[in-house]
């Protein structure tokens, strides 16, 4: 019988892993055993394919097509992410505090739902559940994925955006028309950079000539429309935020500028990684010499973050 059982499941599974559906009154019909003992191999049949999803972390489901009335494999794009993944993913997103609490539960829930497997959900889940509890969001208070959305879809488009903002010096909200350029995130925020149309810039900006995109804050746009004109930007002039995040610090605009200090704290690679355009000059003395190219003012910010751990030569 443990032969006959073999056979039929071999038979089953080779079929279903080459695209064949299985009909269970046919198998019954076929291998001259009651429906029962169909049903078992077809629930063994799916429980091995959770073992492999689990173990591989390619994801192929034995579904019960309604249309066709027959079982068939369905394959998972991508597969599953493994539970160190996703539990890397969740400590990742948990440390952001990107997103208001009730927004974040629902997030990390539907991610271990979706892509661990059930046997490896608890662990998971008490691995992170201590920070879930104390999970405190930020003072803004607002939900904002919507625009994030309608943003992107913009910026893939090449649509003008008319948003109305929140200055952070007066809370006035003003109203500005923009070339969408990129999503980007940094210190708890998401921010928004773009290009503003129709402004007077001697008047606005302390350098008029500054070629480099105005950043906003997510969480302070108040409204926003996507409109119909696009725009076109020539691809040798084009946004690269790959390039620019490297330059940027606290998302802090302003013009490009080059940065010189010692440094003699207690881990010149902290430095390295916050600053991904540092290069080392030369080391004495117990201290390094470090020249970072760097947008705005936000590197002032971590120079004076550093105290005495840092002197700067040119700034």
């Known amino acids: 019988m443990k032969k006959e059982k073999a056979a039929r499941m071999l038979s089953m599974y080779d079929r279903l892993t080459n695209g064949k559906i299985i009909f269970k009154a046919r198998e019954v019909e076929f291998f001259g055993v009651n429906e029962k003992s169909i049903q078992r191999d077809i629930e063994d049949i799916r429980e091995y394919l959770d073992e492999q999803a689990a173990l591989t972390g390619n994801r192929a489901e034995l579904i019960y097509d309604y249309k066709k009335q027959g079982y068939r494999i369905e394959q998972s794009d ?12 969740s400590k990742i997103l948990l440390d952001s505090r990107a997103f208001l609490k009730e927004e974040m539960m629902s997030l990390l829930d539907r991610l271990l739902s979706c892509c661990v497997p059930k046997e490896n959900q608890k662990i998971v889940k008490d691995l992170i559940a201590n920070e879930k509890y104390h999970y405190i969001e930020l003072q803004h208070k607002k939900v904002f994925l919507n625009f994030m959305w309608e943003i992107g879809q913009a910026i893939h488009q090449s649509r003008y955006v008319e948003i109305a903002y929140e200055r952070s010096t007066d809370h006035q909200i003003v109203h500005r028309k923009v070339q969408p350029l990129a999503i980007m995130f940094s210190e708890f925020y998401f921010y ?5 149309e129709n402004i007077d810039r001697e008047k606005a900006f302390e350098n008029a000539n500054d070629k480099f995109p105005t950043i906003y804050r997510m969480d302070r746009i108040r409204g926003l429309e996507v409109q119909k004109e696009t725009f076109k930007i020539p691809y040798k002039d084009r946004f690269e935020e790959g390039e620019y995040r490297k330059r940027i610090q606290f998302m802090q605009g302003g013009r490009m500028q080059r940065t010189k200090f010692w440094y003699q704290g207690g881990s010149i690679e902290a430095v390295l990684d916050r600053l991904p355009t540092a290069k080392i000059l030369k080391e004495e003395d117990g201290r390094v010499l470090i020249s970072a190219e760097t947008f705005g003012k936000g590197i002032d910010i971590w120079l004076r973050s550093q105290g005495d751990f840092v002197e700067v030569i040119q700034n």
């Open 78 to 89: 991508g597969g599953l992410l493994s539970k160190e993944e996703v539990l890397a993913v």
């Open 192 to 196: 928004l950079a773009a290009h503003i």
